[in-house]
């Protein structure tokens, strides 16, 4: 049940996006450069929420990302499904038919509870409220926080 970086990068280059990008469109590789990930992946990631309708591209001499949808109408279950699908802990929370045992088993409702309090989590986040969480933060460059912060946890 843990998010890849596919839907960590894009989350955090879509914050990037809206932070940076007031007229004119946003050059992967500057929001590569900030974020401290691959230019390259970067680009193979954004083709996903681009397809969505959540961003464009512009081609040229001034070209590069933009939000397609206001930060306020993006909600990180969205990026997420866009990016993961579903990320339920048992493939019976998504589907109880798959499990004959599943109006029986207690655990089933346990996956199931975790299931629609994550659900619950991601569709009540916007872009905009992380966009707000961060410009109170601070400097937006977390590709060394979270790899020290990984790094200090496991150690502990």
């Known amino acids: 049940m843990q998010l890849t970086t596919k839907a960590r990068y894009v989350i955090r280059a879509l914050i990037d996006l809206s932070i940076n990008s007031s ?9 590569a450069q900030r974020q401290g990930m691959s230019a390259r992946y970067l680009e193979q990631l954004l083709l996903p929420p681009k397809a969505a309708g959540m961003i464009r591209s512009t081609r040229g001499a001034h070209g590069g990302f933009t939000l397609a949808k206001s930060p306020t109408e993006i909600t990180l279950r ?14 019976c929370a998504d589907d109880p038919s798959i499990c004959p045992s599943s109006s029986s088993c207690v655990t089933h409702d346990i996956w199931v509870k975790i299931k629609k309090a994550t659900d619950e989590i991601l569709e009540s986040t916007t872009l905009q409220d992380l966009v707000n969480q961060q410009l109170k933060k601070g400097a937006f460059q977390l590709a060394s926080d979270c790899i020290s912060t990984n790094v200090r946890n496991s150690a502990e």
């Open 78 to 91: 969205e990026i997420v499904n866009i990016m993961e699908g579903s990320i339920s802990p048992t493939e």
């Open 23 to 31: 007229s004119s469109p946003v050059l992967v590789k500057e929001i």
